[in-house]
């Protein structure tokens, strides 16, 4: 315990006992019904985390009335008293591990969905009548128009700060100690506060002593239903991101306007109406850990012992934590995503198992899906966000033990030994390689894919330590498989390259994607990289950074551009490749090879050619086809069953869902 020795010191507030140092940052699990009540999946989803030993489990988003401030489908609705009900089971379930149960307050403003608005006949509001950047975006994206956006009355203003006191008034009568007022990220206090949004003319505007009138406002108003010995915890964003947004000197000069207004700043960065600065408060695998410290870091200087602050932003350790932590940065630090990958990862590390600390990827499936308002799920945790189906994060036992074969020892393989095991099932398991692990060998070559590359440490670890016989350098013929005599069979043999065959491809200075990333080829100065999908833009990125000169090509429109990476990536993926001048061509097909370089012809039927040194193919996968056909009768077909990418290409969420969800039904 004593190497974390400053992430579980114990504090007081305001006579509110926190454990350790450790908050589960708000997250979105769209998991609310439709009128915004707490279900029995909301509740299952935040337990483990409070089980798994957090100090504080922020429920997050939660919409302060029904009208305006709804953002997403699937929030909790604080604007009435029937929410209180579920609220109550919410604030037991998860206090009676110990842990403080928070709730984020939220108005979307500009922000709000504009599209469920106009069902109800009414707009999003805002301190001004600047549309969300990112509603623009995905209006387009759906061939519509985006919503107009209504500036608020002085009655509405008024209104809409009781509904922030109300509904922290429904959070105390439920039982919780604490909750947080979202200022940050470009929600509704923010666009008041900020130049950027609001160009009001009236006292909520113009100077920095009316930008500050609302927040102010709403705080007094909060802190007089709540009480003194009752904790608020303001989310802030030290830096906007944007030009002419908030920047940490005038965050600074705010947080001393309402430093004894609250008692914990919670401190992030970016807007989320704004698409481009979405990377920097979800990060994705392409940026370090430990992004935005160094802003509640400035900000902690700046208060001093005034007010408790905590730092947010891919901190994925409790190593990580108790860094921050033991140089006095910060009083608490958030973590979210390293939850939903293993709620238990707390305990696991304290008690000397890091080992086995299921590790975040930073793919962003989780967040990526809720923009969508689809209920959460993660990629390396198949039980994430199905808790009332398995119970304690547990599969049941099979009634009946089996003999279990699968082939193929990539993720879908490896997840379908893991979960056969835990049902109970004996489990033989072949692979044609020397090492576990399949394309994940190769997906995980590149420097910023570390991420990546821990959870394929964790994963071939755990399943050679799981009890499964492992078979490494083994082809799974038809014989060796019936001479097992299994009860069920999984082939999970993947996929390889697609090469197009067209002329020159056999060329010296033509190579797959994976062999580049690698290394294991030599690579030129002038590159073209032969598909823009994830796979092509990321080799294309690690090229440029490296100094080469970098071409994308795409056959499809830059709709396909980046395909198999969630929205939140694909954002900052976009960003590096316009940072280190990837030159991206779409509507453009290949159609030779040459000596120097390719020749294309494009959507217009217009020729070109494009030198280049090197060519590298990112064009896809193709399913182990042959293989497939050739084992799938070595028993009864309907014990077998074919996963991951030997049936349908897809990525490490699908991969490792297939397998789970096959051995799971065994």
Not at 491 to 504: K, R, S
Request: with cysteine; proline share 4%.
């Amino acid at each position: 315990m004593s190497k974390y020795k400053h992430v579980f010191s114990p504090i007081a507030i305001k006579g509110v006992e926190f454990k350790n140092r450790i908050e589960v940052a708000p997250m979105v699990p769209c998991m609310a019904t439709p009128e915004g009540w707490v279900t029995k999946e909301v509740i299952e989803f935040y337990r483990p985390f409070a089980k798994g030993g957090a100090a504080i489990v922020t429920v997050g988003d939660s919409a302060v009335n029904w009208e305006h401030a709804m953002d997403h489908e699937g929030q909790i609705n604080l604007g009435d008293d029937n929410v209180k009900m579920g609220l109550d089971d919410l604030a037991d379930e998860v206090q009676r591990y110990g842990a403080l149960i928070s709730i984020e307050l939220n108005h979307g403003g500009r922000f709000a969905n504009s599209m469920n608005l106009a069902a109800k006949g009414l707009k999003p509001v805002s301190s001004t009548p600047k549309p969300a950047e990112i509603d623009e975006f995905f209006s387009k994206l759906q061939g519509k128009t985006p919503g107009e956006v209504e500036e608020m009355s002085i009655p509405l203003i008024n209104k809409t700060i009781q509904d922030y006191t109300d509904a922290a008034g429904r959070c105390k009568d439920s039982g919780f100690k604490m909750v947080m007022i979202h200022g940050a990220h470009g929600m509704l206090p923010s666009q008041f506060l900020s130049q950027y949004v609001n160009k009001r003319t009236d006292r909520y505007g113009g100077s920095f002593e009316n930008r500050t009138r609302f927040c102010i406002e709403l705080l007094d108003a909060v802190r007089r239903r709540v009480g003194e010995n009752f904790i608020i915890e303001y989310r802030i964003s030290a830096d906007e991101l944007v030009q002419g947004g908030m920047k940490v000197e005038e965050v600074i000069e705010f947080v001393k306007l309402i430093k004894d207004k609250i008692d914990i700043l919670h401190v992030s960065a970016g807007m989320l109406p704004n698409p481009h600065t979405i990377q920097y408060m979800i990060q994705p695998l392409y940026v370090p850990y430990m992004l935005n410290i160094h802003f509640a870091e400035e900000i902690k200087k700046a208060v001093g012992n005034d007010l408790y602050v905590t730092a947010v932003g891919s901190v994925m350790t409790l190593e990580n934590a108790e860094e921050i932590l033991s140089r006095g940065l910060v009083d608490f630090v958030a973590m979210a995503r390293p939850f939903v990958a293993d709620p238990e990862f707390m305990r696991k590390t304290a008690l000397g198992k890091v080992e086995d600390v299921r590790p975040c990827v930073r793919c962003n499936t989780c967040c990526g899906r809720s923009a969508f308002f689809k209920k959460t799920r993660c990629s390396v945790n198949p039980i994430n966000g199905r808790e009332t189906d398995y119970p304690g994060s547990k599969v049941p036992k099979a009634d009946t033990k089996k003999k279990v074969v699968i082939v193929g020892g990539g993720p879908a393989g490896m997840q379908a030994a893991l979960t056969s095991i835990e049902r109970g099932h004996e489990v033989v398991l072949f692979e044609k390689d020397d090492k576990l692990g399949g394309t994940l060998n190769h997906a995980t070559d590149l420097e910023f894919k570390k991420d990546l590359r821990n959870y394929l440490d964790w994963i071939v670890a755990q399943t050679l330590k799981c009890g499964a016989t492992i078979k490494l350098n083994t082809e799974a013929a038809e014989e060796a498989i019936k001479a097992e005599n299994p009860d069920a069979l999984i082939i999970a043999v993947g996929a390889t390259p697609l090469i197009p065959n067209i002329h020159g491809i056999d060329k010296s200075h033509v190579h797959w994607s994976g062999d580049v990333d690698c290394g294991r080829v030599p690579v030129g100065q002038k590159v073209i990289v032969i598909g823009g999908g994830l796979t092509g833009a990321e080799s294309a990125v690690d090229l440029a950074m490296k100094g080469k000169e970098v071409t994308l090509l795409e056959m499809q429109g830059p709709d396909a551009l980046l395909n198999g990476s969630s929205l939140i990536n694909r954002f900052s993926l976009q960003s590096l490749m316009m940072k280190h001048g990837v030159k991206v061509i779409t509507n453009t097909k290949l159609e030779e090879i040459t000596d120097k370089g390719i020749k294309t012809i494009n959507s217009k039927f217009q020729w070109k050619e494009f030198e280049a040194d090197t060519v590298a193919l990112a064009l896809g996968m193709r399913p182990r086809k042959d293989t497939i056909a050739a084992l799938r009768h070595a028993i009864p077909e309907t014990e077998v069953y074919v996963i991951g990418d030997g049936k349908q290409i897809g990525n490490v969420y699908t991969a490792v869902h297939a397998g789970f969800d096959t051995a799971v039904e065994i």
